[in-house]
């Protein structure tokens, strides 16, 4: 077997393993994906000024993260449907990051359910995603459920009113619900790894995967009928929903897929602890500015009012390092543990972070920043 050692080893051989229509599902943007290209660019560009001679035996990426310790300003974004990547899948992404020691945050539409999560995981520092549903009292429900798990950061998401135009998924017939046709039967069949794996798994224990949260009533197999009103994507989603979430929850409140400087300041203004400046990973609406355009604002804006992540893009311990750079506080990653859960389950969902922390630590010692606060220092030059 090969030896991965980088993040396009990982993916391609998640591109081997995983039926077309999830890969492409995992992988891909939107329309015609240029908000990809940007990102990829955007973080192509930024050189960092190394210091010389700064004289530091080893590096040391110990962060504190809204008042907790953590091994490294990192942790794993909230991914839906990360336990079709491996069967228990988000249980797997929340051991590997425990034992890296960063957090993981599980999504509303992830399979497994937070409290199966928290069970499989004890130790893990667990946050969790919120998409508000329609129905507010199901979702304060929710909430009530992920802090009883010790979740102690929500992440709120507002870059997602509608679900997004990716015509890869209707072709693919891959969504939810489920459309089989032809070409994603042969799709699956052609792919006997993940069915045994994964598919099959889920098959003979808990039934064929859903959307782990929804209410028993409303759940979605994913060959069922559609989704219940009351749990569908919030358009009408305003501050005052944020300001009423400050209230019921009782532990961090972090805003994801804030870009602009006028809505980090409303996030400061309805007492949220963090904001992350992102792009959904180039996977929502394709004509948006990339993150580190606007992270310098942001930060000049809004720091030491909240603390500010980021994150979309991130394919080398150095682009973790660009935002760090620019100003973000910590970052999170995507798509990169999807596919070492892919390539290799839990162990390779621990070796992917532990490549990127690598990665860091290398390239720390190239800049002569041996602490993640020298890193603020380090000057950042866009070359155009
Ligand atoms: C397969 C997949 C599913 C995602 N699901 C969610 C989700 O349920 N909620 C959410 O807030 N973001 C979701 N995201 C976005 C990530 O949290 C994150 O913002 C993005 O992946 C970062 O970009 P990267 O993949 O380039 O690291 C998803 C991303 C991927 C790749």
């Known amino acids: 077997m090969p030896i991965l050692l980088n993040a396009s080893d990982y993916r391609e051989r998640a591109r081997q393993f995983l039926p077309r ?6 992988d891909r943007g939107t329309e015609d994906e240029a ?6 660019a955007s973080l192509d560009a930024i050189t960092l000024l190394p210091a010389v001679l700064t004289g530091h035996e080893s590096r040391d990426l110990d962060t504190t993260l809204l008042g907790r310790q953590m091994a490294a300003p990192l942790a794993v974004a909230p991914t839906a449907l990360a336990g079709l990547v491996a069967h ?39 946050w969790f995603q919120l998409y508000v549903w329609r129905d507010r009292a199901l979702t304060g429900r929710l909430l009530e459920r992920a802090s009883a798990c010790g979740c102690d950061n929500l992440l709120v ?9 990716r015509e890869y998924n209707e072709r693919n017939g891959f969504g939810i619900p489920f459309k089989p046709r032809p070409r994603s039967v042969v799709d699956v069949a052609l792919h006997p790894r993940w069915v045994f794996g994964v598919l099959a798994r889920y098959l003979v224990g808990e039934g064929m995967p859903t959307y782990g949260h ?3 009533a409303f759940r979605t197999a994913i060959t069922r009928a559609d989704i219940a009103e009351a749990v569908r994507l919030e358009p009408r989603l305003s501050w005052d929903d944020m300001r009423w979430l400050r209230e019921i929850w009782p532990g961090k409140l972090t805003i994801k897929g804030v870009l602009a400087v006028e809505d980090a300041e409303k996030a400061v203004e309805i007492g949220a602890d963090g904001i992350v400046v992102s792009v959904h990973g180039g996977r929502n609406l394709d004509c948006l500015p990339v993150p580190a355009d606007c992270i310098p ?3 000049d804006a809004v720091k030491g009012r909240l ?4 994150d979309s893009g991130v394919r080398r311990g150095t682009d973790v ?8 506080e910590a970052v999170l990653l995507g798509r990169l543990p999807l596919w070492g859960l892919a390539a290799g389950g839990e162990a390779g969902a621990e070796a992917v972070l532990r490549m990127v922390l690598r990665e860091m630590d290398t390239a720390m010692a190239f800049l002569g920043a041996h602490r993640v606060p020298a890193l603020r220092e380090v000057r950042v030059n866009e070359r155009n």
């Open 21 to 26: 229509g999830l890969f492409e599902y995992i």
């Open 35 to 40: 908000a990809l290209r940007r990102l990829r």
């Open 88 to 126: 228990d899948g988000e249980t797997k992404l929340a051991r590997a990051a425990s034992r890296v020691g960063i957090p993981v945050c599980i999504s509303t539409q992830s399979v497994t359910t937070v409290e199966t999560v928290r069970r499989g995981a004890p130790d893990a520092l667990l």
């Open 157 to 165: 998401t507002v870059d997602t009113p509608v679900s997004p135009n």
């Open 214 to 216: 929804y209410p028993e």
């Open 297 to 299: 604002a942001i930060v």
């Open 307 to 310: 603390a500010i992540l980021a």
């Open 321 to 328: 390092l660009k935002y760090l750079a620019l100003g973000a």
